[in-house]
C-alpha cells in the first residue's frame, strides 16, 4: 500500500492476539513470508475479526473493535484500545 508503517500496526497485532486469548486459532497461521501475508490480507481479504472464537465474549468484541480496520486511520490508537478493556471489564478476568 505504500502508506508506512505507524503504531496502528500495533493495534492490528493486538487484535491477532486478543483473537488467540479468546480461543481462536492463531491468524495466519501457515504464512511464512510477508507476500503470503499480503495475499491473505489484501487479496483475499482475509478479515481477521472472523477467526475469534465463538464463546468469545461480547464485552471482548466491543473492546476491540476495530482493531482489525482496513484503514490504519480507524483503527484505536493503543491507549483508546487499553481504555476500551478497562471499561469492559467483564471480559477478562
Do not use: H, N
Request: a neutral charge; one cysteine or more; aromatic letters at 8%.
Amino acid at each position: 500500500l505504500g502508506l508506512g508503517v505507524t503504531d496502528k500496526v500495533d493495534v492490528w497485532a493486538m487484535g491477532c492476539i486478543f483473537v488467540e486469548i479468546f480461543g481462536g486459532p492463531i491468524p495466519y497461521e501457515g504464512c511464512t513470508t510477508i507476500q503470503e501475508l499480503k495475499q491473505m490480507v489484501l487479496v483475499q481479504g482475509v478479515d481477521p475479526s472472523a477467526f475469534f472464537s465463538r464463546a468469545t465474549p461480547q464485552a471482548a468484541l466491543r473492546a476491540s473493535a476495530g482493531c482489525f480496520a482496513r484503514d490504519p486511520a480507524q483503527r484505536p490508537t493503543a491507549a483508546e484500545l487499553a481504555g476500551r478493556f478497562r471499561a469492559e471489564r467483564t471480559c477478562v478476568a
